[in-house]
Nanobody, 122 residues
C-alpha cells in the first residue's frame, strides 16, 4: 500500500524559509512522478511543482519559480520542497502526490499525502 507522509510545515515570517519532506513507501517509485500541490481556505487545490523520479526533470508553477526548489533523494525515497522568500500568499496546506503520469493537474496523480500546514505571517 502506497503511503506518502509530509512533514516540515509550520509558521514562518514573510521572507523566511521552510523545507517540506514527503516520505514515500509501499512500492518502487523509480518510474513515478512526484508533485507538490497546495490548497488555501476557500480555494481550489493548485499545482506547485513536480519532479520525475527517474530523470530529476522538474516543472514549477510561475508563482513559485525562482523561490521554491523540488528535489528527491532516491536512497531515502523522499521528495523535498525547499521554499525560500516565502510570502503570505504562500499560506496553504501543502500536499505531496505520486502518480505514473506526469502533469500539473491534481487528477493526474494517484496517491496523496495527508497534507502539512504552511503559514506565512506578514
Amino acid at each position: 500500500q502506497v503511503q506518502l507522509v509530509e512533514s516540515g510545515g509550520g509558521l514562518v515570517q514573510a521572507g523566511g524559509s521552510l523545507r517540506l519532506s514527503c516520505a514515500a513507501s509501499g512500492r518502487s517509485f523509480g518510474s513515478y512522478f512526484m508533485g507538490w500541490f497546495r490548497q488555501a481556505p476557500g480555494k481550489e487545490r493548485e499545482f506547485v511543482a513536480t519532479i520525475s523520479w527517474s530523470s530529476g526533470a522538474t516543472i514549477y508553477a510561475n508563482s513559485v519559480k525562482g523561490r521554491f526548489t523540488i528535489s528527491r533523494d532516491n536512497a531515502k525515497n523522499t521528495v523535498y520542497l525547499q521554499m525560500n522568500a516565502l510570502k503570505p500568499e504562500d499560506t496553504a496546506v501543502y500536499y505531496c502526490a505520486a502518480g505514473g503520469r506526469w502533469g500539473i493537474t491534481p487528477g493526474v496523480y494517484d496517491y496523496w499525502g495527508q497534507g502539512t500546514q504552511v503559514t506565512v505571517s506578514s
